[in-house]
């Protein structure tokens, strides 16, 4: 009979983070099950955006969290991370410049390198950008972006070498439970005992909990961005709000883009190849949004899917009614910047 102290079910960036934070509290006896392979789902896909400010405070918090660990190097050297800084902007469409000044001033206050820029001062120094319709901008100098599949391979040798037990190929069917308290978890391989569960499988989260009502508030979302080659590229990565647009480097002088995709509720277990009609509205609106259009090639790109919940900022709490499971899902596409956040938020509930 194999018992455990505690069962992390997901190998992409937070279960890894997760086991990581647990094993380093004092945790010892530690599984890590991916039912496919390490960064299998959303994290292998991941653009790997790293910033800081985002429009909602707690997500900021996470990402600011996540962002001091990363430049630490806590747990992982930006080597590998195979992280590149190139700057980020937030352009803000609307009125409320007032709460993103807050934002900033108290982001700052916190050691994060924000800054807000005017219309003015945003076209002076990115005119690769149309500012018109713009009423303000954050930037940050030290963002940018890493490789989740890399860094997470990276995680988990450490975490072998540190004793904690991976299984890849071993999926979870089921969290065994006696009056209200988990025991363990029935796999394709064993059953497992144990008093703690994580649940950290991204879009798969809600299927092992499919009797509770917690499970309603992750739902799964397409995905899909463009690898191009722009005559005119910008040369930060950006989020525009007004249009949804985002956009960093890519490799080889080439730039990723993207748009949000309006597909809910989706067949995770089927890939497709991508979405042409969703390609072409990302370039009209890298088009409205870029000063020089010019020559455009494209190269393709990734349709993917990630684990979305209401709010967009994630669940990171035990499972109601089931005492010993924690769910940390739901991350709404920012699971990269602040994984290491949610690693140590997991280990505030349990300790």
Not at 22 to 34: D, M, Q, T, V, Y
Not at 130 to 147: F, R, T
Not at 258 to 277: A, H, M, Q, T
Request: with cysteine; net charge negative; hydrophobic share 40%.
């Amino acid at each position: 009979m194999k018992t455990m102290d505690v069962v992390v079910i997901g190998g992409g960036i937070i279960g890894a983070f997760v086991a990581c934070k647990l094993n380093k509290s004092g945790f010892k006896r530690i599984a890590l099950l991916e039912k496919l392979e390490i960064g299998n789902g959303a994290t292998g896909q991941s653009g790997g955006i790293v910033r800081v400010y985002h429009s909602d405070p707690l997500l900021s918090n996470l990402a600011l969290e996540g962002f001091k660990e990363y430049q630490a190097e806590c747990d992982l050297s930006e080597q590998e991370c195979a992280f590149t800084r190139t700057g980020f902007l937030y352009m803000e469409s609307t009125d409320e410049l007032s709460h993103l000044q807050r934002e900033c001033s108290r982001l700052s206050a916190n050691g994060a390198a924000v800054e807000v820029l005017s219309i003015q001062e945003g076209t002076r120094r990115f005119p690769e950008f149309k500012w018109s319709d713009l009423k303000a901008a954050v930037y940050e100098p030290d963002a940018g972006y890493m490789d989740p599949l890399l860094a997470t391979k990276a995680l988990t040798r450490k975490l072998a070498d540190r004793g904690v037990e991976l299984y890849e190929g071993i999926e979870v069917y089921e969290i065994l439970q006696e009056h209200g308290q988990t025991i363990g978890v029935r796999t394709s391989a064993e059953t497992i005992y144990c008093p703690h569960v994580i649940i950290c499988a991204g879009a798969w989260s809600s299927t092992l909990l499919t009797d509770h009502i917690i499970s309603e508030k992750i739902r799964s979302k397409s995905i899909q961005f463009q690898v191009v080659k722009l005559q005119h590229a910008p040369r930060t990565g950006f989020i525009d709000s007004a249009m949804d647009l985002y956009s960093r480097p890519y490799r080889n002088g080439l730039t990723l883009v993207g748009l949000p995709v309006d597909e809910w509720d989706i067949d995770i277990e089927n890939r497709k190849s991508i979405d042409l009609d969703q390609e072409r509205r990302v370039l009209l609106a890298a088009q409205q949004r870029l000063s020089h259009w010019g020559e455009v090639s494209t190269y393709g790109g990734r349709k993917s899917f990630d684990a979305y919940s209401l709010g967009g900022c994630g669940i990171v709490e035990e499972v109601p009614g089931l005492r010993g499971t924690i769910i940390a899902s739901g991350f709404s596409g920012s699971g990269v910047k602040i994984a290491p956040a949610v690693g140590n938020r997991v280990v505030q509930l349990l300790t």
